[in-house]
């Protein structure tokens, strides 16, 4: 999408919400060098949301979606939860339709997508809960994997089913005692990052939100894999503070003891050989062009 | 449809010319071809400039899921492949609709079933996806043979649903879906079914029009709703964004909009007719005995009819062609002077049955039967019998036949 295309008419300007304007005037669509640094000083591409305060999945939203390298050509696929609440609020073009079937939902809109511009790249993001990925929705998320879809799969990873109020799921720890766990949990959580690099995802992370430039830097990468080489997998710590019992304010306390390196959201990171040899290209050009920046600069101030 | 007309004329890949719908169905040659059903689905779809197709496996539609991505390989469908279950394929095709592609799949009785929850959201979400329904049992114990039960579940998702007797019923319907289900006014997915096995695994002489003509290709810029490929704004666009939010404009819109589905099943009424020539098809309706059948009931009835009348026994029928719109009005004024209407049908419940029964006025008039299922036939002799007991004429026993 170029930006003329959501240029409001000059008739109609005045008549559209405060922050359609804004987001015409100074989102950053377009921008190659986006990223969580604009949080702040450009229009972000969400406007609010009606998550719990202080919950750390508005922080995850917005650290992906300010590092998103292409939301111009972006398409995401979320499913039913905390994150169909927030979605409403996303300006890029996103998708709700039932749960669990967010990577068959993304399987068949990248293809179409492909299909429709195939001179273009149009990149593919699902973004789901736990329960949505690893329980209702295993099946599809693995199959996408299996299939080699060019797709980034996010998994906001809380432990547990928290938009229902609180019950077990397939990521929660073993021993948690929850609502479908009374007498607590009776299995191992499941080892879902390990499985995505079996069923043959080509970049896999496994840690919190805790960190913007973490994130700017994994979503980057994800997305720039998937639409080069295939299937992604990011699982992102995002504790929901009402059910474990914090307050507001500790979200990020709560990640920070999480991913300690003895604790289960320490960063781990897979990368396959041709994930690390398309990472170094794109290492190599950025490093080229702040080069010329850098050299440009020099011709101004010389 | 200035973006599809500017097409009328060019060539796609294949060497196909885009052609102008209503001249390629209705004035251009055409040539008979003895064909099954499922060649039928594939020859049909070869006109269609269909984006996408995903397949997945049950019988009685494999064949035709299979031929179809012969189409893919030759060239004549944008991409193909195998989903992993029902529920996925009807996803996936979903997912497909929403990027703006023509979509066609085919499933078939308990695969429908394990797909259900994907069709009242392609009717709410406006994806005008077109899907085959090869209707075979779904009940315990497990039955491959044909049966129509699954229809009675897809006539309340909003989608339309229109029940093939004939192959050629299906190869012209197959294109004309595409024609009714895309106008900006309709915009919903639709259901053609037929009777699994009688038409999928039989060959019949069909017409098939000219092989190097297909449709103008699906413009999504039409929809009435944003396609999600962020060329289309707005951009803070949500499908659907009323979702779990609880309060009374939430409600409202929700409320507001089940309606609005249906009434674009009720607005395509019009391109219906237009394009079908009408939603039932009658015969002798000043009988006193009429027979209202849909799908392959309607050519055992056409027999029957073709029997009485050698017997001096005048009887009308009703071909019922859609069920979604369902053609009240119609269905109405066909058997208004009949003293008996007669409702045979391919399953145990009789929906056909309660649907005329809501319809019709003194519907004591209603007959529910014969009623086959789980696969069997039914032979014309049966529907015979069940007029004639209704008229009062002894007619000889048929041991272990409904009716």
């Avoid at chain 1, 917005?62 to 409403?88: H, K, Q, W």
């Avoid at chain 1, 547990?160 to 799921?169: F, V």
């Avoid at chain 2, 106008?183 to 096995?197: K, M, R, S, Y």
């Amino acid at each position: 999408m170029s930006k003329e295309r959501i240029k409001i008419a000059e008739e109609l300007f005045d008549i559209m919400p405060a922050e359609y304007q804004d987001l015409v005037k100074r989102a950053t669509y377009g921008n190659e060098q986006r990223g969580w640094k604009d949080i702040g000083n450009a229009k972000e591409l969400i406007e609010e949301h009606s998550l719990c305060a202080g919950c750390p999945e508005s922080m995850a939203f917005r650290y992906i979606l300010a590092s998103l390298p292409n939301p111009e050509d972006t398409v995401m696929v979320g499913s039913t939860g905390c994150t169909s609440l927030v979605f409403p609020h996303v300006a890029v073009h996103n998708i709700h339709s039932l749960f669990g079937n967010q990577n068959a939902i993304a399987s068949g809109l990248k293809r179409a997508l492909t299909v429709r511009f195939p001179d273009r790249p149009k990149d593919v993001v699902v973004l789901a809960g736990d329960g949505a990925t690893v329980d209702i929705g295993l099946d599809m998320t693995l199959q996408a994997w299996f299939r080699q879809e060019k797709f980034t799969t996010i998994c906001f990873d809380n432990e547990l089913y928290a938009n229902t109020g609180g019950q077990e799921s397939g990521l929660m720890q073993k021993g948690f005692v929850a609502k479908m766990a009374p007498v607590g949990k009776t299995f191992e959580k499941v080892r879902l990052p390990e499985i995505a690099r079996e069923s043959g995802c080509h970049y896999v992370v496994n840690c919190t939100v805790s960190k913007p430039n973490l994130i700017e830097k994994v979503i980057k990468n994800a997305v720039h894999i998937a639409r080069e080489i295939g299937p992604t997998y990011l699982q992102l710590y995002t504790p929901c503070i009402l059910e474990i019992g914090k307050n507001s304010m500790e979200g990020l306390q709560e990640m920070r003891d999480s991913e300690k390196p003895t604790e289960r959201f320490a960063y781990k990171e897979y990368v396959s050989e041709p994930a690390k040899e398309l990472l170094a290209e794109l290492a190599a050009k950025e490093k080229e062009r702040k080069a010329e920046a850098k050299k440009q600069l020099a011709g101004q101030t010389a | 449809m200035a973006a599809q007309a500017s097409f009328i004329g060019q060539k796609n890949k294949k060497g196909q010319v885009y052609s102008d719908p209503w001249h390629m169905m209705n004035e251009a040659p055409r040539t008979p071809s003895f064909f099954t059903g499922s060649e039928v689905i594939k020859e049909a779809v070869r006109r269609a400039s269909c984006d996408m197709m995903v397949a997945y496996p049950i019988t009685p539609q494999s064949e035709a899921a299979a031929l179809c991505g012969e189409l893919f390989a030759e060239g004549y469908i944008g991409d193909y492949f195998r989903g992993e279950s029902e529920f996925a394929v009807m996803s996936q095709c979903a997912g497909a609709a929403f990027g703006g592609a023509r979509v066609f799949t085919t499933t078939a009785g308990p695969g429908t079933m394990r797909a259900m929850e994907n069709f009242p959201m392609w009717a709410g979400a406006r994806l005008p996806i077109q899907m085959i329904v090869t209707c075979r049992g779904i009940n315990s114990p497990l039955s491959i043979q044909p049966d129509t039960l699954e229809i009675s579940y897809l006539m309340q998702t909003g989608m339309l649903v229109w029940h093939a007797e004939t192959a050629q019923d299906f190869y012209d319907w197959i294109l004309k879906g595409y024609m009714v289900s895309e106008e900006p006014d309709v915009h919903l997915p639709l259901a053609l079914c037929c009777d699994g096995f009688f038409v999928t695994h039989t060959k019949d002489m069909v017409d098939l029009t000219p092989v190097d003509m297909c449709l103008p290709p699906y413009d999504p810029y039409r929809s009435p709703v944003p396609c999600m490929d962020m060329e289309c704004p707005p951009v803070r666009m949500m499908r659907d964004p009323f979702v779990m939010k609880s309060n009374y404009i939430s409600y409202a819109t929700h409320a507001s909009w089940q309606q609005e589905v249906w009434a674009a099943v009720e607005r395509s009424r019009k391109h219906t007719i237009r394009w079908m020539d009408g939603l039932i098809e009658t015969e002798n309706t000043d009988a006193d005995v009429i027979v209202v059948a849909s799908g392959t009931a309607v050519s055992q009835s056409r027999e029957a009819v073709a029997m009485l009348e050698e017997e001096g026994i005048r009887v009308g029928l009703v071909k019922v062609k859609t069920l979604r719109p369902w053609p009240g009005e119609e269905i109405r004024e066909a058997t208004k002077h009949a003293k008996h209407i007669i409702v045979p049908e391919f399953n145990v419940i009789g929906w056909l049955a309660r649907e005329v029964s809501a319809t019709v006025q003194n519907n004591e008039r209603i007959h529910a039967g014969p009623h086959v299922c789980g696969g069997m036939t039914m032979p014309p002799e049966i529907i015979v019998a069940e007029i004639k007991t209704v008229l009062g004429i002894k007619a000889p026993s048929l041991a272990g036949r409904g009716g």
